[in-house]
């Protein structure tokens, strides 16, 4: 089956502009997860989105980032006001349903974003 | 100190030997504890999770976990050049559903 996709697959864009990523998430899916890796580092945690309940934004650096997912599926990561600092792969990982399983993270290609 | 840490590396093991990666994490009352692949320019992909103190085997690869001692080990056995790659361990704390990752070892096997 379709794994989770994300787009775009590069983004490069100026600084002060603002971005729009993608993602897909696994069919079923219920939770779903932003994270944000730069060059040589490890994954930050970001955002984290389970069902309909309150997302957990603990994780976003700033107020330029945002994120929201419609209807349970598709989610939209927001980066207003771009800075260069923000240039990093963007990854977005999904988990199924219930019981031990909803643990396993699936990831998807990322978003490389390059702010000039 | 980091939540989560790990030697980044590089680690060099000649093929067939045994690779061993380790992690120590801060949250004591964390419960489960996750070994992820990634090669380069590729996304994280999930080779082992342990949830239980002692040993967990799956082919090639074992987990170690001693939560007295806060640290999480994966073994690899028989290395393989096609393992080369960053390993990242990723810690669940408690009452939460974040994943705190390392920033993950570099493995190289030489052939």
């Known amino acids: 089956g379709a794994g989770v996709s994300q787009s775009p697959s590069n983004k490069v864009t100026e600084k002060g502009k603002d971005v729009e990523l993608r993602c897909d998430p696994i069919?079923?899916?219920?939770?779903l997860y932003w994270y944000r890796q730069s060059l040589g580092q490890g994954l930050e945690f970001l955002i984290y989105?389970?069902?309909?309940?309150?997302?957990?934004k603990s994780g976003l650096p700033s107020d330029r980032f945002s994120a929201e997912r419609t209807g349970g599926s598709v989610s939209t990561l927001t980066i207003q006001r771009t800075q260069q600092e923000d240039s990093a792969v963007y990854l977005c990982?999904?988990?199924?349903?219930?019981?031990?399983?909803?643990?396993?993270?699936?990831f998807g290609p990322g978003t490389r974003l390059l702010v000039l | 100190q980091k939540e989560v840490e790990q030697n980044s590396g590089p680690l060099s093991v000649p093929e067939g030997a045994i690779a061993s990666l380790n992690c120590t994490y801060s949250?004591?009352?964390?419960?489960?504890f996750f070994w992820y692949r990634q090669y380069s320019g590729k996304s994280p992909e999930l080779i082992m999770f342990?949830?239980?103190?002692g040993d967990k085997e799956d082919g090639r690869f074992t987990a170690q976990l001693n939560k007295a001692s806060q640290y999480v080990s994966l073994l690899i056995r028989d290395s393989q050049p096609s393992d080369s790659a960053t390993y990242l361990c990723?810690?669940?704390?408690?009452?939460?559903?974040?994943?705190?990752f390392g920033t993950g070892t570099r493995l190289k096997v030489l052939a």
């Open positions: 990982a999904s988990s199924p349903t219930s019981g031990r399983a909803r643990e396993t993270q699936y």
């Open positions: 069919s079923g899916h219920t939770a």
């Open positions: 989105f389970q069902g309909n309940s309150a997302p957990d």
């Open positions: 949250d004591r009352g964390s419960q489960s």
């Open positions: 342990i949830y239980s103190n």
């Open positions: 990723a810690v669940n704390p408690s009452g939460t559903y974040k994943y705190i």
